[in-house]
């Protein structure tokens, strides 16, 4: 551990936000990358993004490119975008369709599994068995491809575990993406999952969202309001399992993943300009219950889950202090453009929503970066953004103090 990651881990005070050196230090970002991103499971798409054998997308972090693709038989592999010969990338495109990977250098062809099945004057005692393009851990949850790069990863079973009943009205593993959008922004990856994690923000910085979102509200009003949604869920299709509120609960769920429902103000029923809805109901849901679900499904991805779409948020860095915001939204895969939906309705809300995030946490990057900026106080409307942070810390601590090797 270097002596700047040692004192800024052991400056850390909880309740606080983070020293400016947790944004500027290279060798933090460089800690970060192989602790955290590295070595979770790592939300990259969704399965209707590669429908048939051969479809393809590229994922690509930390210097990284990963290639998604769709066996011959049917199952999605992820592989390390990195020739066995020589190192070239193999796919170059954002996405693709094809039989056999070919890197273009010098022509080694590999299945859709990865394995090399053809390279030119190649030695015949070389063994073509031991040059397969290397594959990465691959798992999915309700339609929601994750990879992981770890040789031995974590278990992804407490993620599927806890996160299925509460996806499996929304049958997100028969849901489309409608729309995906890339929200470059301007600062450390971190700043945008704090801002993500607390709607302390939301009043000042999202009129629109603040109009049915945000539990800036007496308590007593959210909860006859909460007590509402949880009464109409049965008749929605929502059973109680999935409308309990979670989101903090100590120990099993919390930053890696977890979900809460709560109600939308005003009787809106999604999240939508006027509140009304903007695609037909997914999955087994029958109505709308005047609620919508946050999720957690890894520390750096998250979702919102309306009764007729669902918004997946993914936070990846650039580089030190470059982020991509993506975000996809779901519809019923049986959905038309045109005649069911349109984009500029189902879009609105989380577009608007987002551009104003990207110009506050721009500006937060720019004050953290100031030589005479002082870490103060969370507020208790950011309870679940310190939580973040203290999860970060012990990943960080955990994975310093682990043997090298
Ligand atoms: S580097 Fe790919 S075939 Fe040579
Ligand atoms: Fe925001």
């Given at each position: 551990m270097t002596a700047g990651l040692h004192a800024l881990l052991a400056g850390f005070r909880p309740g606080f936000a983070l020293q400016g050196g947790f944004y500027a230090d290279p060798t933090i970002y460089e800690a970060e990358i192989g602790a955290i991103f590295l070595r979770s499971w790592l939300y990259v798409g969704h399965q209707s993004q590669v429908p048939r054998a051969g479809d393809w997308f590229l994922h690509e972090i930390a210097g990284e490119s990963v290639i998604v693709v769709r066996g011959a038989d049917g199952a999605i592999n992820a592989l390390l975008n990195v020739c066995r010969h020589r190192g070239s990338r193999v796919c170059v495109a954002a996405s693709g369709h094809d039989s056999r990977l070919v890197c273009r250098y010098h022509g080694w062809t590999y299945g859709l599994d990865g394995s090399l099945r053809a390279a030119a004057h190649l030695s015949q005692s070389v063994a073509k068995g031991d040059y397969g393009l290397r594959r990465l851990h691959v798992r999915l949850l309700e339609g929601l491809v994750f990879i992981n790069f770890a040789a031995d990863p974590p278990p992804f079973d407490e993620l599927a575990a806890d996160m299925a009943a509460p996806l499996a009205p929304y049958a997100l593993g028969k849901a489309k993406v409608a729309h995906r959008q890339n929200y470059p922004i301007a600062a450390n990856w971190k700043l945008t999952v704090e801002n993500y994690c607390e709607c302390y923000h939301c009043g000042p910085a999202h009129p629109e969202y603040s109009v049915a979102h945000g539990?800036?509200?007496?308590p007593a009003e959210f909860e006859a309001e909460l007590r509402q949604v949880m009464a109409r869920a049965p008749d929605a299709g929502l059973t109680q399992h999935v409308v309990r509120r979670s989101w903090l609960d100590a120990g099993r769920l919390g930053i890696e993943r977890g979900f809460d429902r709560y109600p939308l103000f005003h009787g809106q029923l999604s999240g939508s300009r006027d509140g009304q809805p903007v695609a037909p109901l997914l999955g087994t849901i029958r109505a709308f219950d005047g609620g919508t679900t946050d999720l957690h499904l890894g520390a750096t991805t998250f979702g919102l889950a309306y009764c007729d779409h669902v918004v997946l948020y993914r936070f990846t860095p650039r580089g030190q202090h470059a982020t991509d915001c993506e975000i996809t939204w779901l519809v019923n895969e049986s959905a038309v453009e045109g005649r069911d939906y349109n984009l500029a309705d189902l879009t609105w809300l989380w577009d608007v929503t987002t551009i104003a995030d990207k110009t506050i946490i721009e500006r937060n990057q720019e004050g953290v970066a100031s030589r005479w900026y002082v870490p103060g106080p969370l507020s208790e409307m950011e309870a679940f953004t310190a939580a973040f942070l203290d999860w970060y810390i012990a990943a960080l601590r955990a994975a310093t103090a682990a043997p090298a090797g």
């Open positions: 539990r800036a509200v007496p």
